[in-house]
């Protein structure tokens, strides 16, 4: 099995790139392999809207896109992947610009029928449930506002995991990262491993779930 981490804060040392290594440990205690994508070391271009990936050839597993960056390796990855930890702080009350970059080009994993009635592209290579992810969010703002600060956010890591039939395992809120005590946040980082645990036990429950 293996779990990939992405990280959309681009500072390398901060508390998400911290509370997601924590989680990724708790991955391999669980005996599951990993792989840290920390998106600022990779060049993602914005997307340009083209629609040339999701229109064309449903004979690909991941869309044709004509910019020439590290997003096709990426997804060559995702794919392959067993399940997912996403971990973002807030901006702005969102997800950094970094990490919906790199969502942006998840499109290229789903293909939209001509004359589609719902204008809802499907994916490429559908996971059927039996994949599984897992969101990290920090923000300056106490853990009172996790729900109007966190809740844009796991909703825009989720948007694109609804259609590739991911589900969430695992939602973490860390709020006044920049005041928070050690050892609350000691006890956060230790949630952020059991989550990691249970990524892998869900994606084993899920693999040996039946499918309808
Ligand atoms: C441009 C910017 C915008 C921010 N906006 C918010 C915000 O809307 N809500 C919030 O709780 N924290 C906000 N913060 C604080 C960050 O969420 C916090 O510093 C971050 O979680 C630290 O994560 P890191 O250590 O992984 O970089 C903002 C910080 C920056 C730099």
Do not use: W
């Amino acid at each position: 099995m293996k779990i990939l981490g992405f990280l959309g804060s681009p500072r390398l040392n901060g508390n998400c790139s911290k509370l997601l290594r924590k989680a990724l440990d708790g991955v391999e205690s669980a005996g599951a392999e990993t792989k840290l994508f920390e998106l600022i070391n990779y060049n993602i271009m914005d997307c340009r809207g083209c629609s040339n990936c999701f229109l064309n050839n449903p004979d690909l597993l991941i869309g044709e896109c004509s910019l020439e960056d590290d997003a096709a390796s990426i997804l060559e990855e995702y794919i392959k992947a067993d399940g997912y930890l996403f971990a973002s702080p807030v901006y702005d009350g969102y997800i950094t610009a970094l990490m919906k970059r790199f969502l942006e080009r998840k499109i290229a994993l789903t293909y939209r029928v001509p004359d589609s009635d719902t204008g809802l592209p499907f994916s490429r290579v559908p996971a059927n449930f039996k994949k599984k992810a897992s969101m990290i969010v920090t923000g300056n703002c106490s853990d009172e506002f996790s729900e109007p600060m966190g809740g844009p956010c796991y909703e825009a890591m989720e948007a694109h995991l609804m259609l590739e039939q991911v589900d969430t395992a695992d939602r973490l809120f860390v709020g006044s990262v920049e005041t928070i005590k050690e050892e609350a946040f000691l006890e956060r980082m230790n949630i952020a491993y059991q989550m990691g645990i249970r990524l892998v036990k869900e994606v084993e429950k899920a693999r040996n779930t039946k499918s309808s």
